[in-house]
């Protein structure tokens, strides 16, 4: 049962052009999807589309977004102004990359995560302010009192995360997009922030979309992994399947490089790619004619997915 | 045994942030540092964000005065040297800045960026000029094309390299360089860390090179400090990664194995600044092992031999177990 | 070159786009060719002549054998002239044709010595755009060397500066250039070097020695910010010297509000010169100028509208489109919209 079904989805920018060129995603309820990819993978694109956040001039050419369980289920794309901005904050919410950025630093931290919550819920602020402590114990930080009072600029960048985790988390939204959360971040601070994550989505059942370009970050947490390169995603599945058994040779060589920096030895990025066929045709060495041709995703075995020419599988 | 080319001794190296009615309010970011690079050897500081690293480094540089210690590379110390003599210097020690985004000039093409020093500090014809910049672009694997784009035309990695063909260009001995891989993706990290091990056979270069992920230590170097609040909490050679004994080192070994636990003994609100009035560990405050002997007094440096030195009241209790 | 063609190509493109800016940008350009031109708009002297079977353009040029000719009787048969559409000298008096209102003849009037408005409004705009240029010129070059100084290097000079932008900043800007104005002119004797600075010169000198205190703040600010930048301590490690730094990797980078500042500089120049003319400090009687129109057109301003109007509208219209470019250029300079 999908809480969120990506189908095809087609996206330009003005500057950049084609950004996603057929993606394809499925996240059920209580999973923690990992979406790994590299910086122009469209990462964030897919983010921002399920948010319904793209900057102006960016165009939708094609494919849906249904988002919901059973009954409820809605092509977001589909939706008004007006309906999305009643999902955003309280079905689907975002933790963002960059905490300091986003948060005002001229307003208490505990203040703005209570405007969140009024914004959505009808509740006085001194209902709201309990709240809040709650919230912030529910992070794991000691003294939620003292915390609230703070401004960001006093705040080191692990607790100011662990804020924004508060506030994505603050009206038990189905499904939070983590983006790049612990990228800011120092190595020996990341743990805590991914695993907290981890926590919300076992406790809660909450289903988690975890965007990072380090597979490390994302095995730690997820219960399935989707590759993504260059507008499409390339393989999808549970991650002990997809870190274990990896079909695509990409990911062979994103595992490589995220865990132990060395990869094989492959062509450069070419600067401009061939738009029609599978992507990573130019830096790939088992490419033949046929990879001209946009590979489709196709089925390995139990919802482990490929889209790879190499690879012998069943249509989906 | 070996020759020392850098060899830095209590280097200290404070700031003082002036609040509005006068008082200073003094931040120490590096607080007595000792190493050694040792000629033909390749050292990783590893350390966090605001740990010093950075500040250590541009006063190798020679960016910085640092306000004690002295920093000595070839018989000179730069800590105290004039300006001819940190000329000289400069010929042979080079730095590679961590963000490729700000560490080339946008409006100067990458001809100029990678020809900078040797027009500068060398007299040297347009011809020769020509010739020296296409072979650098070759050494770090960029076309010779390259040479008339910006960098807002090139990628993150490409930028880097750029960044790399500059410091090589004077022929350095020693390159210090500033978190390299950290603005970039993962397999650009690798193939960039590639370039840099075979920079280091071909061109017979040390790399003092600062990070905050050992997997790129251990690829390169062959010592590795390790850096926390302005001080040197280990050093280790990288053959002996196995046997890091400092709680913090083990943190940075596996970073995404670390359990949020209470701390084990009562901490107060503001200890993780302690060290900054206090003689003690700085590390006290996010320790696992913490003992009451951290609160109090300062962390003993302990050689374990081999090359392998620590500062911890942990180390020094396991030494005496022994 | 392409990144520099790039950035300014993108200011240039958004530039384009607002119809304000294309027209302060046109009044601009039609000034600077009234300036540059005004000979072949409002002069004595035939751009053209066919004369006894030879072709002269006298204009430019005046042989011996038709020096001093009286072109304006020239106009029998085997003499072809084209005379400028304005066929008046600024300075031509005529007293038999003293304020007259606007006419075939003369098309904006004269004024009460009989000269030509149209003519005096030309010349006034090279006289205005000459002061306003060259003075901004000025003020702009010790502005860059004084900011660029004092934020690069910090410390006693940093100190030294910013104390002489506070004194100057203490003096009203224009009874300072009064008082150096009421001197009449300024010598100045440098090493075997002897100037002596007079009427438009000395104009453009004090616009410029009292102007620069806002360009050195801004750049100072601006050099203060881009040093701190990674490439800057490249350079230094590459062993580059302090003005290397300064003009080949920070100045370029603080061009574009100078920029902006120098062209709502001009605007002000120009009003400063035609305020001071106006007052009768400007520049000599002689010297046309819009200011000094105004000035004279005080007491006809009842009867003679045109004396009032013509010279104003210039003034107004000059200093409208030099704002007017000088906002867009802020916008079309902002760093946020440059990928």
Known sequence: MSLLEVKGLKVDLPTCGNVLNGVSLTIGRGEVCGLVGESGSGKTTLALSILRLLPKGAKIKGGQILFGMGDEKNDLLSLSAAEMRKMRGRLISMVPQEPGK???????????????????????????RRAVLDLLRSVCIDEPERIYNSYPHELSGGMKQRILIAMGVSLSPRLIIADEPTSALDPTIRAGIINLLGEISSSTGTSILLITHDMEVASAIATHIAVMYKGMVLESGK?????????????????????????????????????????????????????????????????????CHMVEGEDV | MCEAMLTCRGVKKSFYNRSWFGRRCRVQAVGGVDMEIEKGHSTALVGESGCGKTTLAKMIAGLIRPDEGEIVFDGIDIARADQKEIKKVRRALQMVFQDPYSSLNPRMSVWDIVGEPLAINERISRMDLDRRIEELLGMVGLPPLYAIRYPNELSGGERQRVAIARAISLSPRLLVADEPLSALDPIVQADILELFIELKDRLDISYLFITHDIKAAVRLCDNVLVMYGGVLLEKIPVERLGEACHPYTEMLLHPMRIKEERHPIDVPYGTENAHLTKDVCPFLARCPHASRECLTLPPPKISLGNGHEVMCHLAKRAKGVL | MSEKRSYWRGVWLRFKKRPAAMFGLSIAILLLLAAIFAPFIAGERPIVMIWKGKIYAPIIYEPRS??????????????????????????TYNLDEVLLPPSKRHPLGTDEQGRDVASQVIWGARTSLVVGILSVFLYTAIGLLLGAIAGYFGGVIDMVVSRLIEVMLCFPSFFLMLALLAMGSVSIDLMNIHIKLSGIHMIIFVIGITGWTGVARLVRGEVLKLKQLEYVAAAKVAGASPSRIIFRHILPHAISPVVVVATFGVASAILAESGLSFLGFGVPPYVPSWGGMLSRAQDFMDTCWWLVVVPGAAIFVTTLAYNLIGEALRDAMDPRLVV
């Not at chain 1, 986003?102 to 709201?128: F, R, S």
């Not at chain 1, 870190?243 to 990025?269: F, N, W």
Request: hydrophobic letters at 40%.
């Open chain 3, 66 to 91: 038709i020096k001093g000719l009286d072109y304006k009787g020239l106009m029998d048969a085997d003499a072809r002239l084209i005379m400028p559409p304005i066929p008046y000298l600024p300075n």
């Open chain 1, 239 to 307: 991650k002990e399947e997809v870190l274990q058994g990896s079909l695509h040779p990409y990911t062979g060589v994103l595992i490589a490089a995220s865990t132990k920096l060395c990869k094989p030895r492959m062509p450069e990025d070419p600067a401009s790619p061939s738009r029609d066929g599978c992507p990573f045709y130019e830096r790939c060495w088992l490419r033949k004619e046929v990879c001209k041709k946009m590979p489709e995703m196709k089925m390995w075995r139990g919802g482990h997915l490929v889209a």
């Open chain 1, 102 to 128: 986003a948060l005002n630093p001229v307003m208490k931290v505990g203040d703005q995560i209570l405007e969140a919550i009024l914004a959505h819920k009808k509740i006085t602020k001194d209902v709201g």
